[in-house]
Nanobody, 128 residues
């Protein structure tokens, strides 16, 4: 059984930084797309950063230049999200997702395909 567990959320002031982690267990495939999504109250869920098994990354315009997705080559699949220069509009529940198909990774494609595995989310709150 595949399990994804997010950690690292919290409260921070605008301009601050947080690092989210997503640990996957029981993942049976060598190929993957790992993605970070977020959903703010009253808004649709959006994919914001992805990384695939070839190391290719993709970002939403809203986080480009501020957020960085990475992985631990010794613990694949994993996904970290370094979030810098946080803004109040970054406040949301952040979810990690995984899928066996790297072609689903590019943003915005990932917003219209069903990811197979999801974590329960971690809350990020940014105050002004």
């Amino acid at each position: 059984q595949v399990q994804l567990v997010e950690s690292g959320g919290g409260s921070v002031q605008a301009g601050g930084s947080l690092r989210l982690s997503c640990a996957a267990s029981g993942y049976p495939y060598s190929s993957y797309c790992m993605g970070w999504f977020r959903q703010a109250p009253g808004k649709e869920r959006e994919g914001i950063a992805t990384i695939d098994s070839d190391g290719s990354t993709s970002y939403a315009d809203s986080v480009k230049g501020r957020f960085t997705i990475s992985e631990d080559n010794a613990k694949k699949p994993t996904a970290y999200l370094q979030m810098n220069s946080l803004r109040p509009e970054d406040t949301a529940m952040y979810y990690c997702a995984a899928d066996p198909f790297p072609w689903r990774c590019p943003i915005p494609t990932i917003n219209s395909v069903p990811m197979d595995y999801w974590g329960k989310g971690t809350l990020v709150s940014v105050s002004s």
